[in-house]
């Protein structure tokens, strides 16, 4: 690989480790020496178009591991869907001057599916014009549903966060004679990783009553029927959906809207569920979203996740060092170690790994004991952190130096 | 006093260190060897009245250890609303004959506001009818709104878990160029104790960008102007409200129910205002409600209100052992330290305490930075916890011991 630059970018939506990958390339990098500078697209692609670097290459090392504990990508990020080069040529031409120009040598795009998309396109466009350049895809979704890699750096402290919050609200829910109907909405548009994470909590006897994933067709009025039972039983129910979940007419949760990728906004179901119940059996409910804060709470990072996504985005430099291009940073386990490897961004462009049926029960609404061999290792362990102020003390994005 | 056996009842909503003040007085009455058994209610008041007791007087000190740092009634709670004794003399004489038949010497009764009441009515009944039974309230509500309390138990993990979240949102709706006005509701009803808490991430420079609260009048107008300045600005902005917030019209997220206290059902403030913005300004918005983990997260306590939930607990039963009755066991600060007092429960029973106005911006947008003087204290230090299957490890209390 020719001496030139390392350029950074991340993408898609946040994750409680994705800055913990950027601080596995940044490190990796910057000890490499094989860098001259090493720079963070400011919103990712929208940065590179905008020729908007940050000039990472002299962090220290406390800063570093600060901002390997901090949640949000610490760069800022996007949601950019790179056209095809048939549709608009001019696009890849501005991309290939702007890393030639800044001598950009390795392009290290740390996003999921969409994300590795853009990546792919960029690495296939790169690749025919013969700029040396390598394009390295580093793995990041809570969703955990990229294909290629044993999980997705992300996915464990999402789930350590969700199984813990879960159980929490099991406790709370239970504390009446007579309880209500609580529908739990877990963030998950087409699988069901996040929301079946749940089971962990059920490993510890405090984990909902039904779980349901958009794996399986949604039966609303099994759901009724099922809760009603637990209900008529416990005196409280907790059931934990996805925000995917859907039937033949659609997503439960879905309304208008779409998003900038053409997807359906989501964001509805348990709001739905918790109005169903309310009609059809006049139980008392409650509708609870997780939202943001599953895919923000650095506050308990799992020490697994973000170890894993630190050895990604260093495994991600060290493909680049050995000219690969076109491929993305993947994880697979070995006597329950983590050993990176890597598959073509092709192959985890666009494609989407769902949550295995053998994990799901016959009725669809419990997930079954073997799920919690798989993600046990993913959520165990802890990550010290600093506190100020009786917070979490995260890195300070605003002191970043800009590239000139 | 005269020897006999104390009962504990936890009742109203839970908090994360509702069972601290359990282990406060559990272990003080153990440990005085003053009373034959010690008994928790089951389900609180309705647990007395079914005399359904726990005897939890042989728990080991390592069972108690975990307790304290369990979320949500160890021994389930109630939302029961003693009437007045002209109403229903019965009720009361059939409390005095529970009492006797279990040689009932001293009632330990853990809640907020409307359990003081209950509290009240049930030590004034038996002081009239001269049975010896000392009757104590245990301040519990994550509200914070009880007055003749520095602050309450239960307040101060809540600020914590609320500011650290509120922190990881502030740094995840900041990572788009363009982003939302993101919308995120808090608990507090009549006051904006929690929602004030959010003012320790300001003072981390990661808060939201607009507060309010139910001590002004909401101005839907100027929160309209407010959030469009900031959103014009910054490319997003991110809103704290109180649930609770209302203007001549009423409660902003009122629906039409009432609960069993005959309070308006709320939980909708975050989804009408971003249904406005949508509406008026067109900018994209995200809603958040905090729900049920703001006072179930245990597994971010602060080690002062835990520490003080125990203390408070342990101060009632000193005062029943100096044979007081009728009070409240309360919190007083002397050079930052935690010092126990008490109140009369009819003080406490009822009243409401506010945030003072001089906390409150001019504007009612912002809390001043005088509140983190109050609050921060009440957040500092962390509880370590026993982490099982990656999760948190809680009291498990499917094995507690009736008393028969």
Redesign the interface.
């Known amino acids: 690989m020719k001496k030139g630059n390392l350029l950074l970018a991340?993408s898609g939506g946040?994750t409680a480790v994705i800055n913990a990958s950027a601080v596995g390339v940044i490190r990796q990098a910057i000890q490499s020496k094989a860098f001259d500078k090493v720079l963070c697209a400011h919103?990712g692609m929208?940065g590179i178009l905008k020729e908007d670097f940050f000039d990472v290459s002299s962090l220290t090392d406390s800063q570093l591991d600060l901002l390997a504990k901090?949640?949000?990508?610490a760069f800022?990020?996007?949601?950019y869907k790179l056209p095809n080069p048939c549709d608009n040529a001019e696009i890849y031409s501005n991309i290939l001057e702007i890393l030639q120009r800044h001598n950009i040598v390795c392009l290290a795009y740390n996003g999921g599916n969409d994300s590795m998309d853009t990546c792919n396109k960029i690495a296939e466009y790169l690749a025919k014009t013969h700029y040396p350049c390598n394009v390295i895809g580093v793995p990041k979704t809570v969703d955990n549903d990229l294909v290629g890699t044993h999980y997705c750096p992300g996915y464990g402290s999402a789930s350590?966060y969700i199984?813990?919050?879960i159980?929490?609200?099991a406790?709370?829910?239970?504390?009446?004679?007579k309880g209500r109907i609580t529908v739990c909405e877990i963030m998950g548009r087409d699988t069901g990783w996040l929301t079946a994470a749940c089971s962990?909590?059920c490993?510890?006897?405090?984990g909902p009553d039904l779980i349901f994933l958009p794996e399986r067709e949604f039966d609303v009025d099994k759901f009724l029927t099922q809760s009603e039972q637990v209900y008529r039983k416990k005196g409280h129910c907790l059931v934990a959906v996805a925000e995917g979940v859907k039937n033949a007419n659609g997503y439960i949760g879905a309304d208008e809207k779409l998003d900038s990728f053409n997807h359906v906004q989501l964001g509805g179901a348990a709001n739905k569920l918790c109005s169903l119940v309310s009609l059809k059996l006049g139980i008392s409910t409650?509708a609870?979203?997780l939202?943001?804060?599953q895919?923000?709470?650095?506050?308990?990072l799992?020490l697994r996740d973000q170890q894993d996504a630190m050895l990604c985005g260093k495994h991600a430099v060290e493909l680049a060092l050995r000219d690969k291009s076109g491929v993305m940073a993947a994880i697979t386990f070995a006597d329950g170690k983590t050993v990176c490897s890597d598959i073509p961004l092709r192959q985890a462009a666009n494609s989407v790994k769902s949550v295995p049926s053998e994990y799901i029960s016959q009725d669809g609404a419990h997930i079954l004991p073997e799920f919690?061999d798989y993600v046990?290792p993913l959520?165990?362990?802890?990550v010290q952190l600093e506190?100020?102020?009786?917070?979490?003390?995260?890195f300070?994005n605003?002191k970043l130096k800009k590239f000139i």
């Open positions: 991340q946040t919103f929208n901090t949640p949000a990508s800022g990020s996007c949601r350590k199984a813990t919050t159980e929490e609200i406790l709370d829910t239970a504390v009446y004679e962990v909590a490993k510890a006897e405090r409650r609870i979203d939202s943001l804060p895919r923000a709470a650095a506050h308990i799992s919690c046990l959520v165990e362990g802890e506190y100020e102020y009786g917070i979490p003390r995260y300070d605003t």
